[in-house]
């Protein structure tokens, strides 16, 4: 392996830990009562074979995405955000689309009122279905099904 792919696996796993860090601190201190939840609603819409998430997230607003097994397309209508994933850290200003590899995880402090939606292809309707087909629980899960290998870079 060369010396970029080992400092750029590096500093994925170094992002992934900050991630997973920095979930384990909100949901403590939410759990402490020493932040709220914040209520962000959701929209969900179908099409055949294509599911849309919509979310409306206020300013001042920090969310911990789930972990993604799939690749889909995301869209930011409206608002101002700065997202960490373990590729790095981009601030995001409306309107703007881009692509989510599988195994991204995003975390993610809206600066403005915004509008996110997630393109997911699927012919389910049944949320619960649609989770267990486009989220993992964990990072080892994605090493397991190999989806690593479509995606960020592979770990090794």
């Known amino acids: 392996m060369s010396d970029i792919t ?4 590096n500093e994925i796993t170094k992002n992934r830990n900050t991630i997973l860090g920095m979930a384990d601190l909100l949901l403590e201190k939410i759990e402490l009562g020493e932040l709220m939840a914040q209520d962000c609603p959701v929209t969900h819409r179908f099409t055949p ?10 300013k001042g607003t920090r969310i911990i995405g789930k972990i993604h097994a799939t ?9 101002r ?3 960490l994933t373990a590729e790095g850290v981009e601030e995001i200003t409306a309107p703007h689309t881009f692509i989510s ?11 403005e009122d915004c509008i996110w939606q997630t393109v997911h292809v699927t012919d389910k309707t049944d949320l619960e279905e649609i989770e267990k087909e486009v ?7 994605l090493l397991i099904d190999g989806l690593l290998s479509q995606g960020l870079g592979v770990l090794k």
């Open 6 to 9: 080992t400092a750029h696996n």
């Open 71 to 79: 690749e889909h397309f995301n869209i930011l209508l409206t608002g």
């Open 135 to 141: 989220i993992c629980e964990d990072y080892d899960h």
């Open 49 to 58: 074979g294509c599911y849309l998430r919509e979310i409306l997230m206020p």
């Open 81 to 83: 955000v700065t997202v």
């Open 101 to 111: 590899k599988a195994g991204v995880q995003k975390v993610v402090y809206i600066h």
